[in-house]
C-alpha cells in the first residue's frame, strides 16, 4: 500500500464540518466519494482533525491509503478539482512514509478568527460582524495569559470522547489586519471541540469590560465550561496551519 498526503482548503459554509456524518453533508463525504471516483477505488481519508459546521479551512491536510502508486499527482490534482465543487481546493498531493498519519503526526495546528465591527457586505460569510467597541490592548492581555496553563476543560464541548483536556498553546494574540478585520490567532499542539470558539467569546468579554483579568484567569482554573463565555459564530473561524516534523 501507498500513502499519500491531500492539502486542501475549503469554504465551509456549506457544509456540517470535516469529519463524516450520517444525514449531513461534510468536506471528507464529498473527498472520498470524488478520490474513489477518479481512482476507481474505494478511498477512505483521515483527516488532520475535524471542524464544525461552518468553519473554514484555509489549510487542511489529509491522508489516504492505495494499492497502485499515483504516477502523476498532478494530474490527479486537476482532476479533482475540475470534480469537486467550488468550495473545495485541492492543492497538493504527494506520497509519504507510510507511518505518517494526518492527524497524529502533526505537532502543532492554527487556527484564526476573524471579527469586524464594521459592516462589510463582502466579508459577510467570514468574519462575525460585531458592531461594538472593543478594548484590543486588554484582550490580548488576557489571551497572554492562555499560555500560563495547559487544562482548557473551561474552553471545551462537555459529553466528548477526548480523553484528555490537556492542551499546549504556543500564541494567542490579536491584531488588526489591513482590512480592518480584528484576527485571533492561536497555535497549540492540539484543540478541543468549540475551544477557539470559547476562548474567543470569552475574550470578547474581556474587551468589553465585562470581565477582568483575573476574572479570565479565575475561569480558566474553575475548569467549569458554564463560567466561561459564549461560542461566537462558526463563520470566522479558520484553519491556517497545521505543521509537520520532516518525514
Known amino acids: 500500500m501507498y500513502r499519500y498526503f491531500i492539502e486542501l482548503s475549503y469554504n465551509g459554509k456549506n457544509y456540517h464540518g470535516w469529519q463524516l456524518q450520517p444525514n449531513a453533508v461534510t468536506v471528507q463525504e464529498i473527498l472520498n466519494k470524488s478520490l474513489s471516483l477518479i481512482l476507481k477505488t474505494t478511498i477512505e481519508t483521515t483527516g488532520a482533525g475535524r471542524t464544525d459546521t461552518g468553519v473554514h479551512a484555509n489549510y487542511f491536510v489529509a491522508h489516504f491509503d492505495i ?121 497549540a499542539d492540539r484543540f478541543l471541540r468549540n475551544m477557539v470558539r470559547a476562548i474567543v467569546g470569552t475574550l470578547v468579554e474581556v474587551g468589553l469590560h465585562k470581565i477582568s483579568i483575573d476574572d479570565f484567569r479565575i475561569i480558566i482554573e474553575s475548569k467549569n465550561r458554564c463560567n466561561a463565555g459564549q461560542s461566537v459564530p462558526s463563520q470566522g473561524l479558520f484553519l491556517t496551519k497545521i505543521e509537520y516534523p520532516e518525514f
Request: proline share 3%; hydrophobic share 40%.
Open 67 to 187: 494499492s497502485n502508486k499515483i504516477e502523476h499527482p498532478q494530474t490527479l490534482i486537476g482532476k479533482l478539482n475540475s470534480f469537486l465543487p467550488f468550495d473545495i481546493s485541492i492543492k497538493n498531493i504527494f506520497q509519504v512514509a507510510n507511518g505518517a498519519h494526518a492527524r497524529f503526526s502533526a505537532v502543532s495546528r492554527t487556527y484564526e478568527y476573524h471579527l469586524c465591527t464594521i459592516k462589510n457586505p463582502f466579508l459577510n460569510d467570514f468574519v462575525w460582524h460585531f458592531y461594538k467597541s472593543l478594548d484590543t490592548p486588554h484582550m490580548n492581555e488576557a489571551a497572554s495569559v492562555l499560555l500560563e496553563f495547559s487544562d482548557f476543560t473551561s474552553f471545551s464541548k462537555v459529553d466528548t470522547d477526548s480523553k484528555t483536556n490537556i492542551c499546549k498553546i504556543k500564541e494567542a494574540y490579536w491584531k488588526i489586519s489591513d482590512d480592518g478585520v480584528l484576527v485571533f490567532t492561536i497555535t
